[in-house]
């Protein structure tokens, strides 16, 4: 895709994408007929809008496979919006008999990285487009991590050989929740991956910082936006308002921001050097067998149902605070579902 900014497709923002010169654009394929898809967004696929089919429903680093049926109906929507990219989370949202509304966190260790790999690499092969992985903003921290954030991610990309789309509101949250430098994290992923990027708006509520997409993109996360784009030159950026939707001018005023960013990206880009990061090679990867993910699926099970049950007490080495964290941005998007 050409570098630009975007904004991502919903019946609340059609009419924009519509009316402002916008490149690109990304759909929720969950929410897609790929036989009858909206008018609206049809058109604007003849009209020659790009649009990027991201999932939210695979469960990539769930313990057991991605369902054929979710990959076919992926690939579907892909063809029929003539998408040039798939896109979907590194998370999980069922474990077992229970799913969520909303993206849990992995821990990040070489067992679940094994698994990730093994379902990407399943997913990859049954569609027709290359395959992005996106970063989540993580309401909780797994105790007994093996690896930093910055090196799964990059292992990941680079055993499968996927892209990054890179949530630049997701990882400005969890920076801002857990600690971390910005330069050091961005020194550790293979920036050259980058597909695209999602920048959001997002607010503190109690004790964590929220990805809310309905908030107003902040100066702060532009600044983040202008760090990274300054390692790797222009790259597409993508609006992401899933809620609050404001008026026309309060979406323009967002949109001019980013296009500023993104002017001077390419405004310095003669001079800039190649992206680089320290990719990190690990140990060998343990043999995805059944125990394995029997195990894991029993550990995501736990944090699951005391997300889904407020009357079961968190996992041992779970902070209480972030555990309520991930039960209010899952009742926050019920809400939202409902209306």
């Given at each position: ?19 402002r ?8 394929a ?42 076919a ?13 798939v ?114 708006g ?35 950026i ?66 699951l ?35």
């Amino acid at each position: 895709m050409i570098p630009s900014v975007g904004l991502g497709w919903r019946p609340e923002t059609a009419w924009l994408i519509d009316t402002r010169p916008i490149a690109f654009s990304e759909v929720i394929a969950e929410n897609i007929d790929a036989r009858r898809p909206p008018r609206a967004l049809a058109d604007a696929v003849e009209r020659g809008l790009v649009v990027v089919t991201h999932g939210v429903s695979l469960s990539l680093g769930g313990g057991e496979p991605p369902a054929r049926a979710r990959i076919a109906r992926l690939a579907a929507v892909a063809r029929t919006l003539r998408s040039p990219l798939v896109s979907e989370h590194i998370a999980f949202v069922r474990a077992g008999e229970l799913e969520g509304t909303h993206f849990l966190p992995v821990p990040r260790t070489r067992g679940q990285l094994a698994i990730l790999v093994d379902h990407v690499r399943r997913v990859m092969d049954q569609l027709p487009v290359p395959l992005a992985l996106e970063n989540i903003a993580a309401p909780v921290a797994w105790p007994g991590d093996e690896l930093e954030e910055a090196d799964f991610v990059a292992e990941l990309l680079e055993r499968t050989g996927a892209q990054l789309l890179l949530d630049v509101a997701n990882l400005h949250a969890n920076l801002v929740n857990y600690g971390g430098d910005l330069a050091r994290y961005l020194d550790r992923l293979p920036l050259d991956r980058i597909a695209y990027m999602h920048a959001a708006g997002g607010a503190r509520v109690d004790a964590m910082w929220r990805d809310t997409h309905a908030h107003p993109i902040g100066p702060t996360l532009l600044d983040v936006l202008a760090k990274i784009l300054a390692r790797t030159g222009p790259v597409p950026i993508l609006l992401e308002r899933d809620h609050a939707f404001g008026t026309r001018a309060a979406l323009d005023l967002e949109l001019d921001a980013l296009d500023a960013v993104l002017a001077r990206a390419y405004a310095v880009d003669a001079g800039r050097a190649e992206p680089t990061g320290e990719v990190a090679h690990y140990c060998a990867l343990p043999v995805v067998d059944a125990s394995l993910r029997q195990s894991l699926t029993t550990a995501h099970r736990a944090l699951l149902r005391t997300v889904l049950e407020p009357a079961v007490p968190p996992p041992n080495g779970f902070a209480p605070h972030q555990i309520a964290e991930a039960r209010a941005i899952l009742a926050s998007r019920d809400r939202h579902a409902k209306h």
